[in-house]
């Protein structure tokens, strides 16, 4: 009976920690979407990310720097480029990634090995030199292959005027395909548009870490947008010249802790 007993209390821990292993997950998606909103709330998406990625310790060095003009001068390129990001590099690290790291385990060791050793080494790096070279390629140009498949079917049949050996059938099914990739291309519009706006989140990085960082966050575009109003201001009432000078009386931007008011 107490063994019993022990049984199902292990099981009941179990079940409490697989449900707050969710529970921090959901916490994490929350907060990631929170992010999200914040970004995509206002025509200044380029402010926000300065003070998401400032706020969030991404890319110190320049933020800090384009801090005292108030990120005027911070764009989308020059986000990645701070953060040394780039598609194609970031794609082919990802890419090259097994293979960089079967190269060095097997390769890097298989002539110290003895001679039945370093033949299997040999033989698992080959197999990964195959599959990251040869039918890596292949099955991603199966995949373009079959996007297109209907724009292909459709040049091919009107090209030999097959169009009459086309049941209504096949037809019907054709037509309900190319109708379903069209929504998919219409629903990954605003996928890419997130995907794009989160990549300039810690570009370059592996991951960004979103925990109760929302509200810290939204202070630091709240005082952006009272010193850069009280600046407009400023050039409104004196202009440039005057503004550049009662500026340098002022408290900067980076003088305040975000929880005092500006």
Known sequence: ??????????????????????FYEFLGSVELLELQRFLE???DTILRLACANHEMGYLNEY????????????????????????LVRTFWKW?????NYAKAEYLGSWKSE?????????IRAALVFLLTFVMGPIYFLSRIVRFFSPAIFIIY???????????????????LYILLLIILCLSFIPVLRIHFLLWHVNPGGHYISVNNISLSIRQRYT?????SAQETLLMRL????????????????GDFDLDEDV
């Not at 890419?95 to 293979?99: H, P, Q, T």
């Not at 003895?114 to 040999?122: A, H, K, S």
């Open 223 to 227: 005082k952006l947008q009272s010193f």
């Open 95 to 99: 890419y090259l990634e097994r293979w």
């Open 238 to 253: 004196f202009g440039r010249d005057i503004t550049a000078v009662v500026n340098a009386y002022l408290p900067k931007f």
């Open 41 to 43: 709330e206002g025509p």
């Open 1 to 22: 009976m107490l063994f019993v007993s022990l049984k199902a209390w292990k099981s009941y821990i179990v079940v409490l920690l697989l449900l707050l292993l969710v």
């Open 114 to 122: 003895c001679d039945g050793q370093y033949i299997i080494l040999f």
């Open 157 to 175: 049949l009107s090209w030999f005027h097959l169009w009459s050996h086309v049941t209504s059938f096949q037809l019907a099914i054709t037509c």
């Open 63 to 86: 933020l800090s720097k384009e801090q005292e003009s108030l990120y005027r001068h911070v764009t989308w390129r020059s986000l990645r480029q701070a953060g040394k990001s780039s």
